[in-house]
Nanobody
Framework: QVQLVESGGGLVQAGGSLRLSCAAS????????MGWFRQAPEKEREFVGA????????NYAELVKGRFTISRDNAKGTVNLEMNSLKPEDTAVYYC??????????????????WGQGTQVTVSS
């Protein structure tokens, strides 16, 4: 199994940028596709984006496509989420997650087995 810890959240003005990181320990990161999800208050958890085990395949939610970029470094055991042109509606707790479906990055939360504790992102208007 793998343990995941997110970092990099914070408060940013609309139009700004943030970089979230997810550090993995335990089993090697290359065994998993990695995804990012978010959950705003009183809303369902939603898919943000995902990356396959090798990093050459990604999948993004329409709401973030063109603004967010996921990357990974299996040697370092890290997955990053670069967020640009942030909007107030991006405010949420962001979670990274690991899926055994390593070849095609899934967009369903049920496909992910391991989850981090989340990091808060707040975008002010």
């Amino acid at each position: 199994q793998v343990q995941l810890v997110e970092s990099g959240g914070g408060l940013v003005q609309a139009g700004g940028s943030l970089r979230l990181s997810c550090a993995a320990s335990g089993r090697t990161l290359s065994a998993y596709a990695m995804g990012w999800f978010r959950q705003a208050p009183e809303k369902e958890r939603e898919f943000v984006g995902a990356i396959n085990w090798s990093g050459d395949g990604t999948n993004y939610a329409e709401l973030v496509k063109g603004r967010f970029t996921i990357s990974r470094d299996n040697a370092k055991g890290t997955v990053n989420l670069e967020m640009n042109s942030l909007k107030p509606e991006d405010t949420a707790v962001y979670y990274c997650a690991a899926s055994n479906l390593r070849y095609i990055p899934p967009n369903l939360a049920s496909a992910y087995t391991y989850w981090g504790q989340g990091t808060q992102v707040t975008v002010s208007s």
